[in-house]
């Protein structure tokens, strides 16, 4: 059984005891991405360059597997672990995962041109790449056995970590092969396994990660634990902005265990022996902020401004046809649909774990960047990156708040005032308080219908560019490519569309990736707007899809798959509505019906969830519907409960009683089919969080005829006896 190694990947594991005598293949990945020089030296074997390295195997016959991306629940140590063995046919018994250490250049995401785990693409992305490094691993193997018998390469197989020779009745194991493999050059365009042949990918393999999960032994970043290791935890402005005044910390310093007070510009700190001692000591200080010019920031203000910029005129993003002509004529439809800042509230609450010494920093954590975490940490610690090394561990969530390196950065300057490792953990108030938010969006939809269909559609999104932060290359001619991500790409056969998008930052608030990116405004504001286009057309909201899913059709497949298993066209009680939602997002196609029921007074109550999906070769389909049995709980919480709001510069929720997730007895049945296909894999990550939103305020519009067009869902608005 596969074995998730929580020791680091270092340049020194690589070069001694752990390749001596052994096999490291290395292949090199074009980047499309500008990127940086790396931050760390390459690996180095034997005095041979060995970029990219993701397979070794040592003389016993123990194949270690390093891992790309992260692992934060969503099971992609197996998947790609199955990618890997199933072209070098590995035997999985011998195999052992391990994190790659930071280095952009060796383990850079393929899509973005640095290591970073996010947007679903960690299967997509690496697909190929990862089947071409197992199928040259495994040539190279067998050229090293052909050499050895005489024998044409071409005769040999290979199974379970073995190499045969059937004429002969001759068979070798990888491990003693695998010093003679090193010597052999990498073959050029390898040919790869016919899908027929796979042995690992498309089998619903238990997950890997799963028995110490259970069983406790699992270690997350929140579990480090080191020697005189102390803990702190932190309290920063709670105004967007604010700095640290005055602080009187004499009751603090009285209660036993209390070490240290640190205070920052921006924060105060308290460390103590224990999680305890630190906690009720950040309780006892008396801080006085300075709160800046933030402080009367309010939800209403930021609205106001955005609602003023979605008037304005966009950046176009796409536009084909003659919008202005399709537009001028046939049954005209306007509306807005508006989406506010959440927060990604993670179960393992932000943490890192430090030691700084004069000369080194070392990093305990769990992160979706991790070489943006080493050079936050090098900055911080005023240290050169080299000196700096980071330990990744299993995430407990990350939803995008761990593709940013903020904890880290702020870990290392608390843990610079002292000589001792530190624990620093936020609480969950000051998690969620001073969390980098999914943006606020409003979308603008203008469309005509002519003979039942859509005729022409002009389409707006106003919100933040977090490219334009997070990754500037991406962010050109003012058009956020993740902003407008499944509105460019609306599937339906709009011969007149147009898209805009509108640059509109909210004053002081921070704005991040959350879970759906891009897609989650978009989806939810197209699936909207093409219900109540339907209705204005009097067409039945399956049918008036399927009339404009001509040249999509993947999707179309789908979606006759989800109304066929959803039951769509059986009768309803009173206030128990079905809506739909189709959506081409994370390069995968699906299809998804909720069911709900609406109490008088306005409550929903989920009944059911089907979803069908194309996305692609699905590597591990029980990872598939799982992932997406979560994804859709995850986007149905925030169509539900989810929303942040800010008064006086400050956010007003703080924890699980006002930032509410659903409980496990609110969980409808859900039921994923998974289209079987010969397609390169998409993502599926995300994609449920996009399809449950709009499929649930679908499904109440069709139950009560209200149609909202702002999340969360406001059951005042839905009590019994209102006007639709």
Not at 149 to 163: L, Y
Request: aromatic residues 8%; contains cysteine.
């Amino acid at each position: 059984m596969i074995a998730a190694e929580r020791s680091r990947l270092s340049r020194r594991a690589l070069v001694s005891g752990g390749l001596a005598g052994g096999f490291l293949f290395a292949f090199h990945l074009p980047l499309r991405a500008a990127v940086n020089e790396p931050v760390q030296p390459p690996d180095v074997t034997g005095g041979k360059f060995a970029p990219n390295a993701f397979i070794r195997i040592d003389g016993t016959g123990r194949t270690t597997l390093v891992m790309p991306q992260v692992e934060m629940g969503q099971g992609v140590y197996t998947s790609i672990a199955m990618i890997l063995a199933d072209e070098l046919d590995a035997d999985l018994d011998q195999v052992t995962l391990e994190h790659a250490p930071p280095n952009d250049k060796l383990y850079g995401n393929p899509v973005f041109g640095l290591q970073v785990t996010g947007n679903s693409n960690s299967i997509r992305a690496w697909w190929m790449a990862l089947r071409k490094a197992g199928a040259s691993a495994r040539a190279m193997l067998v050229q090293a056995a052909a050499a050895d018998w005489q024998v044409e390469a071409k005769d040999c197989t290979t199974a379970k970590g073995e190499v045969s020779h059937a004429a002969s009745g001759r068979k070798r194991p990888y491990g003693e092969l695998a010093q003679a493999a090193g010597q052999q050059t990498p073959p050029k365009d390898v040919p790869l396994k016919n899908p027929k042949d796979f042995l690992y990918i498309g089998q619903p393999l238990k997950r890997f990660d799963t028995p110490d999960k259970v069983n406790g032994k699992a270690v997350y970043g929140i579990d480090a634990i080191l020697p005189d290791m102390k803990f702190a935890t932190v309290a920063a402005s709670p105004v967007f902005g604010g700095k640290v005044g005055k602080v009187d910390d004499s009751a603090a310093t009285k209660i036993p265990g209390v070490q240290k007070i640190v205070v920052l510009d921006d924060m105060v700190a308290v460390i103590g022996d224990h999680m305890w001692a630190a906690k009720k000591g950040l309780e006892a200080l008396k801080i006085d902020w300075d709160e800046g010019p933030n402080a009367q920031i309010s939800s209403e203000d930021i609205w106001n401004d955005l609602r003023a910029a979605s008037a304005k005129d966009g950046a176009v993003a796409k536009s084909t046809g003659d919008i202005a002509k399709g537009l001028a004529s046939g049954d005209r439809f306007e509306a807005a649909y508006e989406l506010p800042f959440l927060a990604h509230a993670s179960m393992e609450p932000i943490n890192a774990t430090v030691h700084v010494k004069p000369d080194s920093c070392e990093v305990w954590t769990g992160t979706q960047v991790i070489t943006r975490v080493q050079q936050a940490a090098a900055k911080a610690a005023g240290l050169p990156v080299e000196k700096v090394i980071v330990n990744n561990h299993l995430l407990g969530g990350g939803f995008g708040r761990k593709l940013e390196p903020d904890m880290v950065f702020a870990a290392v300057r608390i843990a610079k005032q002292v000589d001792y490792p530190v624990k620093v953990v936020w609480t969950r108030e000051e998690d969620i308080q001073h969390d980098v938010y999914r943006p606020v969006y409003r979308d603008h939809v203008t469309a005509t219908l002519v003979d039942g269909k859509v005729a022409a559609w002009k389409y707006k999104v106003a919100g933040s560019a977090i490219l334009a932060r997070w990754l500037p290359p991406a962010f050109q001619k003012g058009i956020d490519i993740d902003a407008v991500d499944s509105a460019v790409d609306a599937p339906y056969d709009f011969d007149n569309f147009h898209v805009e998008y509108v640059h509109a930052e909210p004053p002081a608030v921070p704005t991040g990736f959350w879970r759906g990116v891009g897609p989650n405004n978009n989806v939810f504001a197209v699936e909207s707007a093409m219900d109540e286009l339907a209705r204005k057309a009097g067409k039945d909201p399956v049918e008036f899809r399927r009339s404009m899913l001509t040249r999509n059709p993947r999707l179309l497949a789908a979606l006759n798959l989800v109304a066929e298993k959803s039951g769509w066209s059986q009768p309803l009680p009173a206030r128990v509505g079905r809506g739909v939602c189709v959506q081409p997002s994370f390069g995968s196609f699906i299809a998804t019906v909720v069911e709900a029921e609406i109490g008088d007074d306005g409550e929903v109550h989920l009944r059911r969830v089907t979803s069908a999906v194309d996305t692609g070769i699905a590597v591990n389909p029980d990872t598939v519907k799982a992932q997406l049995e979560g994804g859709l709980i995850f986007g149905l919480t925030a169509a539900l409960y989810g929303e942040i709001t800010i008064a006086k510069g400050r956010v007003q929720q703080s924890n699980f009683n006002d930032y509410r997730m659903l409980r496990i007895d609110q969980i409808p049945r859900i039921e994923v089919h998974v289209i079987k296909s010969g397609e390169a894999p998409g993502g599926i990550g995300e994609t449920g969080v996009t399809a449950g939103p709009p499929a649930l305020r679908n499904a109440i519009y069709a139950a009560t005829g209200v149609a909202l067009r702002r999340l969360p869902i406001e059951p005042s608005l839905l009590a019994a006896g209102k006007k639709a």
